[in-house]
Each structure stands twice: as C-alpha cells, then as structure tokens.
C-alpha cells in the first residue's frame, strides 16, 4: 500500500485526515473490498483479451494483404 508523505504544514489527526483553513480534509486513498478489487482486474484482463484479440486480427489481416501483394492474387 502506497504510504502517504506528511505535510509538516497540515496539522494532522489522522492518517490521511487534516484540518486546513478550518476545514477537515480526506486524503486518503479510496477503500475497496478484495471482491471488489477482484471483479475490476477480471473485467480488466477480459477487456484486454479482447483487445489483443481484435489487434491480432488486424495483424493477421494486414500480412494477408502483403502476401497477395507480393505473389499477384
């Protein structure tokens, strides 16, 4: 987990929690739930097969062309 760096400036009551201008500032880091971090790599590496999938073709696609460039179909 990536450790936040302290502002010796902000007074600070929490871990991530300061006061600046009479204010309470969040800076801390969005929670989310192993399940749910889960899902979101599962939905990222399904998009990116998909991705790879459809580059692929158009590579394969793109070869097609040249060889029939090249012997005259």
């Known amino acids: 987990m990536k450790q936040l760096k ?11 929690l300061y006061i600046k ?3 309470e500032i ?3 880091q969005d929670s ?3 399940i749910a971090q889960a899902a979101m790599y599962r939905q990222q590496m399904k998009k ?3 991705i ?10 793109k070869m ?4 029939r460039n090249v012997f005259g179909y």
């Open 64 to 67: 097609r062309m040249d060889g």
């Open 21 to 23: 201008n009479g204010r």
């Open 32 to 34: 989310q739930t192993g």
């Open 6 to 16: 302290k502002d010796p400036k902000k007074s600070n009551v929490m871990e991530g």
């Open 52 to 61: 790879d999938c459809i580059a692929d073709g158009i590579e394969r696609a």
């Open 26 to 28: 969040n800076d801390r």
């Open 48 to 50: 990116q097969y998909k």
